[in-house]
C-alpha cells in the first residue's frame, strides 16, 4: 500500500499559518474546505476521529493498482528537478498529474497550541496547483520533467525534502 501524506496549510483561523501558499488556497478551493483539520482520503472527505481514518485507510489498502509510477528528484542549491513518469493500466480520462515538494518535518513553525512539529508540509507544487492535465492511454507512458527554484519558499532544512506524485480525476476527484 502506498500512501502519500501531503498536509497544505491554510491562512486561517487567525492569524494564518506561516507556511500557507496560494497553491495551498487551489487546493483549499478545489476540495471546498471549510475548516481545519479537514481530512481526504482518494479525493473523498474523511472524518479526523481514528475509527474514520482506520476505515478509509484500510479500505484505501483494497483497492486494485491502475498505474505504476517511478519518479526521482535532485536537489542542487534551492533548484528541485523532479522526472516522473506514469504508466497507466487502461484508459483515463479528465486527469491531472500533481507534483509536490514537501518538507519531511519542520519545526520552525509551532505557536501556542502545544504542537512543535509538522510532517509532510506542502512548499510547492510543480508545475503549480492546477497540475498537468492528461488523458491516459492504456500501457503508454507520460513522462513529466519539472524544474523549480525553491527560494523563498519556508523550506527550513534543505536535507528534508521530500517528493509526491499523484494522478487525480479532477470531476470525480478520485485519486488513482
Not at 502519500?4 to 487551489?26: C, F, H, R
Not at 482520503?41 to 498505474?67: C, F, P
Not at 507512458?141 to 523563498?152: K, N, Q, R, W
Amino acid at each position: 500500500t502506498l500512501i502519500t501524506l501531503i498536509k497544505y496549510q491554510m491562512n486561517w483561523p487567525s492569524p494564518g499559518d506561516p507556511y500557507y501558499t496560494a497553491e495551498g488556497g487551489v487546493r483549499r478551493d478545489f476540495y471546498g474546505v471549510g475548516f481545519v483539520p479537514d481530512l481526504y482520503t482518494n479525493g473523498e472527505e474523511v472524518a479526523t476521529d481514528i475509527s474514520s481514518v482506520q476505515a478509509a485507510y484500510d479500505q484505501a489498502t483494497t483497492r486494485i493498482g491502475m498505474m505504476k509510477m517511478v519518479a526521482s528528484h535532485t536537489l542542487a542549491g534551492h533548484v528541485i528537478t523532479v522526472d516522473a513518469t506514469v504508466l497507466p493500466f487502461t484508459n483515463f480520462t479528465n486527469c491531472h498529474v500533481y507534483i509536490v515538494v514537501m518538507e519531511k518535518i519542520t519545526y520552525d513553525n509551532h505557536m501556542s497550541n502545544g504542537e512543535t512539529s509538522f510532517e509532510h508540509v506542502m512548499m510547492k507544487m510543480l508545475p503549480d496547483a492546477s497540475g498537468s492535465a492528461v488523458n491516459f492511454t492504456d500501457r503508454v507512458a507520460v513522462s513529466f520533467h519539472e524544474v523549480a527554484d525553491l527560494t523563498g519558499t519556508n523550506m527550513e532544512r534543505w536535507d528534508d525534502v521530500i517528493v509526491g506524485v499523484f494522478v487525480q480525476d479532477d470531476a470525480t476527484r478520485e485519486v488513482y
